[in-house]
């Protein structure tokens, strides 16, 4: 059986209230032999660290989604950031945080999404944290805001060949969601990305591969895809992809 790691899932989300543990076990028992888990507000970043906690196996990020930032407006997102900063220590990493212009047109509304991740940037920075971005639409800012940190990790990456180029040259990763599956383009990501800068991921319960809500065990899917893609073994991004993961979150 093949090891990997699903490195950014939402265990925490309700949609796994009804199953969370049997969901776990199916994870391991498929070969998914650590998680990570990664917040995106004040609700579920305490549940990743709750999570963390009673699963060994299981390694939390917490952060601050743009989405919560532009939604929620000043309050909320402060009151994360210091959760942020009384937490950093426990967290294999800090994050998602980063930049979403997806539904966010406006300079102002993206500028006041800067300011919230620059103050993401510094904890990350401050800690010695890996960062991992949310960078929707807005991936060459991100990278701009962040070319001076150490460790990154750009999540579900679904931007541009180029700009891939750019963030792996740097020493970043560039993680593959499961939607590599069905989505050409996060295919030609795949071909590009070179495999020593590679992550996997399911992002569950959403980008389902399969009918229905996705989960971390699905993340295998993507292993035969991104083979065929780069022309080598399922093993071989098994393998790659396992040691990637353990060597930018220290798991």
């Keep these: 059986m093949l090891k990997v790691i699903d490195s950014h899932c939402h265990l925490d989300f309700p949609k796994f209230n009804r199953d969370r543990d049997e969901t776990i076990e199916r994870a391991r028992n498929a070969g998914v032999v650590k998680m990570v888990n990664s917040g995106i507000d004040l609700k579920s970043n305490q549940a990743t660290l709750a999570l963390a906690n009673e699963y060994d196996f299981?390694?939390?990020t917490i952060g601050l989604s743009p989405l919560v930032v532009s939604h929620y407006g000043n309050e909320v997102a402060n009151s994360i950031i210091l959760q942020l900063e009384?937490?950093?220590?426990?967290a294999a990493g800090i994050g998602e945080a980063g930049l979403d212009y997806h539904y966010y047109k406006e300079d102002k509304e993206r500028e006041h999404q800067k300011q919230y991740f620059r103050k993401v940037i510094e904890i990350a920075e401050k800690y010695e944290k890996t960062?991992?971005?949310?960078?929707?639409?807005?991936?060459?800012d991100c990278f701009e805001m962040v070319k001076d940190l150490d460790k990154v990790v750009f999540h579900c990456y679904g931007g541009s060949i180029e700009t891939a180029a750019r963030i792996t040259d740097a020493g970043y990763y560039i993680?593959?969601?499961?939607i590599v599956c069905f989505s050409e383009h996060h295919k030609k990501i795949a071909e590009n990305v070179p495999l020593d800068k590679m992550l996997i991921e399911t992002d569950s319960p959403y980008l389902s591969p399969r009918k229905g809500r996705n989960e971390p065990a699905f993340v295998l899917d993507n292993l035969s895809v991104i083979a065929e893609a780069k022309g080598t073994d399922p093993e071989t991004?098994?393998?790659?992809?396992?040691?990637?993961?353990?060597?930018?979150?220290?798991?």
């Design 58 to 60: 299981i390694y939390p």
């Design 86 to 90: 009384l937490h950093a220590e426990q």
């Design 131 to 140: 960062l991992v971005i949310h960078g929707r639409e807005a991936e060459e």
């Design 237 to 251: 991004i098994a393998n790659a992809t396992f040691r990637n993961t353990k060597k930018i979150f220290g798991i």
């Design 175 to 178: 993680s593959i969601p499961t």
